[in-house]
């Protein structure tokens, strides 16, 4: 007997094989309906989910990129900005140095022109009351020598030193 119950574990019976595929069928249903389907839509939304998590990443990613170019460009024509400002300002720094200089070379000419103008009519003026002068001189020699009425010549030079003398 202990030889005839190993031999039926090695060679089963046919009731028994029937009646484990039907639990084994049976198991397999239940299993398919209730655990497989739930597990496979649970995979299902986990991939859905990392599929579009991956899609939101690369979408940032371009959208960081597109904003890093976007930077980049907002800094070139910043930098380009600055660079037109700063060369107006050199060119209106020149313009208004040369405006500068030729005024103040124009005040420097009338000036001078004025300071000539004020010598010629001093100098007019001096040579006038000069003028007045030795005629005034001319005259009172004149008159001198008249009153004096000398006869000879060294006489009448003698006076003329004279008054000269007194003139210096």
């Known amino acids: 007997m202990f030889l005839f119950n190993a031999m039926e574990l090695i060679t089963p019976n046919i009731g028994l094989v029937f009646w484990t595929t039907v639990i084994f069928v049976i198991f397999w249903f239940f299993v398919g309906k209730f655990a497989f389907k739930p597990v496979a839509n649970a995979i299902k939304s986990r991939e859905d989910s990392i599929e579009k ?26 930098q380009q900005e600055a660079s037109e400002i700063l060369k107006e300002a050199r060119e209106l720094k020149a313009s208004i140095e040369s405006k500068a200089q030729e005024k103040a070379k124009d005040e420097a000419n ?35 020598v008249l009153e004096k009425e000398l006869s000879d010549n060294k006489g009448q030079q003698e006076l003329i030193a004279d008054l000269i003398k007194k003139l210096n």
Do not use: C, G, P
């Open 53 to 78: 998590a991956l899609a939101s990443a690369e979408k940032a990613k371009e959208e960081m990129q597109k904003l890093q170019a976007d930077n980049q460009a907002a800094v070139r024509q910043a």
């Open 110 to 144: 009338k000036i001078i022109a004025d300071a000539r103008l004020e010598i010629q009519k001093q100098k007019e003026s001096a040579l006038l009351e000069v003028k007045q002068e030795v005629s005034k001189l001319a005259v009172q020699i004149a008159e001198k």
